[in-house]
């Protein structure tokens, strides 16, 4: 029973196409957020969402388009890919900043690769 | 801007001994909570354990123990007894609850169990 879901778990694709990678967490938190691990394995927040409100933005290029059609799915679109967008991307949840609950689950990974 | 050093890149320990990853933040907070994680090559984020910055009794998750210092903003984890299941990234990571629930992970660390 997955508290933390991606799909898919790896994805190849051309240089120029547009895909997506998808989020389900059943933890009933309120917030999730989707990272990218680069290949030196440094973990960076791109989005953070709460209640389906975004409330972190990093600098990310705008190719990079997250979707919370409700507060348990967080999807992450991502439009002409390049090949600097391979890597790891994690999505993770956390309850609100409650304690003890303040820590993030994370799911297994998806890692892209751009050919 | 809050930050987290990890300054071992990389450790080897034979099994059975006991080896201490070290972890130094950098923040301005006095409430935030400090997390270890570890990345086996499974690529899936765990939870090793936690700490609330209000506590001052260090925790302790069976084998795995930090030694927390506040003032000196330091948080280093301790494994007991390493197993080979041991050998994995690990990530130190802080948290400030109740504000932008943004969590900033270290580097980390690559450990090495030998048998």
């Known amino acids: 029973d997955t508290a933390v879901s991606q799909t898919p778990k790896y994805l190849v694709t051309q240089m120029g196409n547009d895909k997506s990678i998808k989020c389900e967490q059943n933890?009933?938190?309120?917030?999730m957020y989707w990272y990218k691990q680069d290949s030196k394995k440094f973990l960076k927040i791109m989005f953070s969402?709460?209640?389906?409100?975004?409330?972190i933005n990093e600098t990310v290029p705008n190719r990079f388009s997250p979707k919370s059609p409700d507060k348990a799915h967080l999807n992450l679109h991502i439009n002409s890919l390049e090949l600097g967008d391979s890597a790891v991307y994690f999505c993770?949840?956390?309850?609100?900043?409650?304690?003890?609950?303040?820590?993030?689950?994370f799911g297994q990974g998806t890692r892209l690769t751009v050919v | 801007a809050q930050t987290v050093t990890q300054s071992q890149p990389e450790m080897s320990v034979q099994e059975a001994e006991t080896v201490t990853l070290s972890c130094t933040y950098d923040?301005?907070?006095?409430?935030?909570?400090l997390f270890w994680y570890k990345q086996p090559p499974s690529r899936q984020m765990i939870l090793v354990i936690r700490?609330?910055?209000?506590?001052?009794q260090n925790a302790t998750e069976n084998r795995f123990s930090v030694n927390f210092q506040k003032a000196a903003k330091s948080f280093s984890l301790k494994i007991s007894d390493s197993q080979l299941g041991d050998t994995a990234m690990y990530f130190c990571?802080?948290?400030?609850?109740?504000?932008?629930?943004?969590?900033?992970f270290g580097k980390g660390t690559r450990l090495h169990i030998l048998p």
């Open positions: 933890l009933g938190h309120d917030t």
């Open positions: 990571a802080f948290m400030r609850p109740l504000r932008d629930d943004k969590i900033i």
């Open positions: 993770a949840s956390s309850q609100d900043g409650i304690p003890p609950n303040t820590e993030a689950f």
């Open positions: 969402y709460n209640n389906k409100e975004l409330i």
């Open positions: 700490q609330e910055a209000y506590k001052q």
């Open positions: 923040t301005s907070e006095n409430n935030y909570y």
